[in-house]
Each structure stands twice: as C-alpha cells, then as structure tokens.
C-alpha cells in the first residue's frame, strides 16, 4: 500500500488538489469487452437455448444434459454440507430475516384536501433473477442476501443463475441455501449467457423482471446492457473495497485483516486505511504483510493492495471529510468515538462501528444486507433491501367534493401549460356537478 501524508497539505495546494486523483479507484478499459459482451447477448436472444449450451461449453468447459437443477440434486447437496456449515447457513437466514423483515411498511393514507385522498401500496416485483457467481469462491452467502428479501416481498418467480464446474455441478452450499429461501427454479449457466437468458427468455430458462447479483467484469458489462433493453438491475457495482479509519485504539491485528478480508476478493479491489498516526499506519501494513503470507489467496491479496493507499490525516475531521468523499462500499470505524462519527457519514454502503464490528461480519451473518454500492455509487445509491424487490404504487380517490376543491387549481395549471385537454378533463367533471 502506498502511504499518502495529507498533514501539511493546505486548502489549494497540490496535495489537496490531487486528492480526488489519489481517491480514484483502478481504471479498467471496457470498450473492447462491450462488444464481447454485446454480441454474446445478441446470439443468446436469437438463439435462446443452443447460443446458452455453446457459451458454457466454451466458458465452462462443460455442456450439461439440462440446464434446470432437479430436486434430487438438492436434496443432495443438503445431506453433503456438514451439520455445522449448514447451522452457520441458518443462523445467518435467521438474522437476515430479522433484519429485512422489519423494513416492510404499511403506509396510512393521506387526505391531502377534503375530498382528495393519496396513498401508496407496495407490491412485489413478479419475476426476478438472482446471478451468484461460483469458482473460486462460490458466493451462496450472496444468495441469502438476495433471496431472503426476495421471499420477504412475496416475488412469485425466483430464478437462480450459477456457473456449473467442469462436472456440471453447483455448489452444495448454493443449492442448500437456495432450497432455504424460496429459490423456485435454479439453472446450472454462468456468465453472459445466464444474463442474457434471463433478460430475454429462453425455451428453459424464463425471462424476468430485474436481475440481482455480483459478478465479474463481463457479468456487470451484461447487466447495465440488458437494462438498455428494458430488464432493471439492482444497482451498477465494480469490485469490492473497505475504508477503514483507525486511531491509537485501533488494534493492528485486527486492522490488517479488515483490511485483507476485502483485498483478497479479486486483483482489483481497493482497501484504503485512513489514520492521524504514524505509528498506527507503521503498525497495520507490517501486520498486512505478515498475515498475507499465511493467507491462500495471498497473491490475489498482494495485487489488490497495489492498488490501495493508507493515508496520514490531521484529525479525524480531514479523517471524515475524506471519507465521505471516496464514499466506500464498506465503512470499518476502529477509533475510539465510534459512535459519535457513526453520524457523520453520509457516502458509505454499510458502516461498521467500534474494535469488534468485522466487516466480513456484515458480508455473512449480522442481518445487514451485503450487495452495496461500490465505486463510489455510494453518493447516490443505497444497498439491496426489501425496497429492492418491490414497487410501490400510488393511488388517488377524488369525490365530487374533492373535485370542487381541487378542480380549480389543476384547471389554470394546465391551461398555463398550454394543455388544454388536461384542464378539460377537470372542467368537464366540475361543471357536471
């Protein structure tokens, strides 16, 4: 990690100016992967099926006899985990629940005038998909994180995309999960192809409504075209990343592996240590190094860390000010007044307060929701939550009272905008009370 000393910076000199540059996140070029990625979705929504079996012969190295995972199979995965994996499973189903549960609403109406009353209903999205990628680290704790909220807002249609391995397998803890939250069909495709299915439709697999879920370059290039197309997407993402501000209190140990605990998700992730103190900078990286050497994912650690920076504050101030300007998926505060800067934050995915508050925490089993905003979307968006599967529809009821009240002010309105039918249809209404 590169260490950057922000404290003898002044407003208007290089180093603040170059701060959004030092803040910037690895830079990919994508326009070369468009067009890969353009012409996969093309041949899969003429195609359907054949362009879907020839893409995960190609990419997967396998051609399954069928696409759907039968209930055999998930039967058999479940008996496959070991009673201990599948309790931790459930523990964290039942904090996720929790969680989420709470955060469905009914809204009373309003009479905003006498006569005229507005109210909101929500209602589940029909149809979504669900992608959890596979491979090295097969992601079935994504898939609680989206398909517990799922079934909480009553989605009819569930359907899950994962990539098979080479004996055209899924995962046993994707499939177990799976069976826990309501999943109603699961499909061994990964990749492009399974984006694709799942936006047009194929003869096996069916079209949905918004589509949910991680994945590698080519799988988000997938999502934000398809919803060029008309399909919704839970949010634009990039690879993983973690803030952490730490001062004297902070423990090292800890620290560095926060720190890790996101460097090793992919060569480009980004970790950023944020400190007033020497010293504790000093004493995370010397920890980071010895920790990566124990982990199996160290070179995988070691690039991501290229691409990270730790940084020398004034106070916790600069601390928070710089913060919320990078606007991280995950916030770790390791300081002392924890609490207190808790409320400060206004660009973070998901926070994480106080010595033993571990983001992987969040990522599996606390009951917060782990499909944030990466890339400093943040700004801007929110991370999954019930509201994510769900629409809410707004109704009106007007009386003929109402309509007295109210009429009078849509008619000139829509008269001073030129539209003359707009204030006839309250007009007529009006004049035949």
């Known amino acids: 990690m590169k260490i950057i000393d922000l404290r003898n910076a002044q407003e208007g000199t290089a180093g603040k100016q170059e701060l959004g540059e030092l803040l910037a996140r690895p830079v990919f070029d994508t326009r070369s992967l468009e067009n890969t990625v353009a012409n996969i979705l093309k041949e899969v929504r003429e195609n359907g ?12 190295k396998v051609s399954p006899d069928h696409f759907e995972v039968s209930q055999t199979e998930l039967a058999e995965a479940a008996a496959s985990l070991s009673p201990e994996l599948r309790s931790a499973i459930q523990q964290a189903k039942t904090n996720i629940e929790a969680f989420h549960g709470r955060q469905a609403q009914r809204e009373a109406p309003v009479e905003t005038m006498p006569g005229v009353t507005c109210w909101r209903r929500t209602v589940a999205i029909e149809k979504v998909g669900l992608y959890i990628p596979g491979g090295t680290a097969p992601l079935f704790s994504t898939l609680l994180m989206l398909g517990i909220p799922a079934m909480i807002a009553g989605c009819r249609e569930i359907v899950l995309c994962s990539p098979p391995d080479t004996k055209g397998k899924l995962h046993p803890a994707i499939l177990y999960a799976a069976g826990l939250v309501g999943v109603t069909k699961i499909f061994r495709v990964g990749g492009v192809q399974a984006i694709a299915a799942m936006a047009y439709g194929t003869k096996s697999i069916p079209k949905v409504y918004k589509i949910f879920g991680p994945g590698n370059q080519y799988v988000m290039c997938a999502k934000q075209l398809v919803q060029k197309d008309g399909t919704a997407i839970d949010m634009p993402a990039g690879p993983s990343e973690v803030a952490v501000y730490a001062d004297e209190t902070a423990d090292p140990v800890f620290t560095a592996a926060d720190l890790l605990s996101q460097a090793e998700h992919g060569v480009d992730s980004q970790v950023i240590l944020v400190s007033p103190f020497s010293s504790v900078v000093d004493s995370v990286l010397a920890e980071i190094v010895r920790q990566t050497e124990e982990l199996p994912r160290a070179a995988i650690a070691r690039s991501a860390l290229e691409n990270s920076r730790a940084f020398l504050v004034k106070d916790e101030q600069e601390a928070m000010e710089l ?32 010595h033993f508050s571990p983001e992987s925490a969040g990522d599996y089993a606390s009951g ?20 994510s599967f769900v629409k809410k529809i707004t109704f009106q009821k007007i009386t003929k009272e109402g309509m007295q009240h109210i009429g009078k002010a849509v008619e000139l309105m829509a008269e001073a905008e030129g539209l003359q039918a707009h204030a006839n249809a309250v007009r007529v209404r009006m004049n035949n009370q």
Not at 49 to 60: H, I, K, P, Q, Y
Not at 324 to 353: K, Q, T, W
Not at 368 to 387: E, F, I, K, Q
């Open 323 to 354: 913060l919320n300007e990078y606007a991280p998926e995950h916030l770790i505060l390791a300081c002392r007044n924890a609490d207190g800067l808790a409320e400060r934050v206004i660009n973070a995915g998901s926070v994480f307060i106080g």
């Open 49 to 60: 099926d054949e362009a879907v079996r020839r893409f995960t012969l190609m990419f997967d």
């Open 368 to 387: 917060t929701n782990h499909v944030l905003p990466t890339n400093g979307y943040a700004r801007a968006y929110s991370g999954v939550s019930l509201d």
